[in-house]
């Protein structure tokens, strides 16, 4: 077993394929780096453990967790702030998104993913969204969701086509809460 060490700076948190098949895996995000000054980042990938009814009354509040593989994980060109996250599932290669006035998104493959525990990322695109501080992809990989406290933007995928070719397309604006609605710090967006 495993439990998560309290010093970490996790940003954010999804789901996706892993090293077993047909086992959905909880990827935790340790991204945050306010001082863009961290040698690395890691990403804590988790088999999904099961959830109960009866737990909604009576919640875990830690628990330790099984199978945890930490993945440390190096940007190629120095240290950089993100909260924004997210796992494809159909290639389940992993992205992270920069919080900068013009992101910057970087990948993990898959193939390193299951096998290795110190991957320096591929960087894959300049995206031109503002200080991205979530994400989510559908469960069908065919939308993406970017979002920024007041605003978020959904880009759609067709079949077949690349992540860096989705973020190329025109976004269409979803509504969040925001700020202004009383939302104190909108930092986190998902599929339902």
């Not at 992993?94 to 993990?108: C, D, E, N, P, Q």
């Not at 591929?122 to 990989?141: C, H, M, Q, R």
């Amino acid at each position: 077993t495993y439990a998560l060490p309290d010093n970490i700076d996790n940003e954010d948190i999804g789901v996706g394929p892993g090293p077993v098949a047909n086992v959905s895996y909880l990827y935790v995000a340790d991204i945050g780096d306010n001082n863009s000054d961290r040698d690395h980042i890691a990403l804590y990938q988790i088999p999904e453990p099961a959830v109960y009814f009866w737990q909604t009354n009576n919640p875990v509040s830690k628990r330790a967790l099984n199978g945890v593989r930490t993945i440390q994980l190096t940007y190629p060109d120095g240290a950089h702030d993100a909260e924004a996250e997210f796992t494809d599932p159909v290639t389940g290669d992993w992205f992270v998104l920069t919080k900068a006035k013009t992101s910057r998104i970087y990948t993990a493959p898959k193939s390193l993913l299951d096998t290795s525990t110190n991957i320096t990322l591929t960087f894959v695109e300049k995206l031109s969204f503002d200080v991205p501080n979530g994400a989510d992809i559908s469960p069908l990989g065919d939308e993406i969701l970017v979002r920024q406290e007041d605003f978020a933007q959904l880009f759609t995928r067709a079949n077949g086509q690349s992540i860096s070719n989705a973020f190329d397309g025109t976004p269409v604006s979803i509504p969040v809460v925001g700020t202004a609605g009383g939302e104190p710090n909108g930092e986190a967006i998902g599929f339902d």
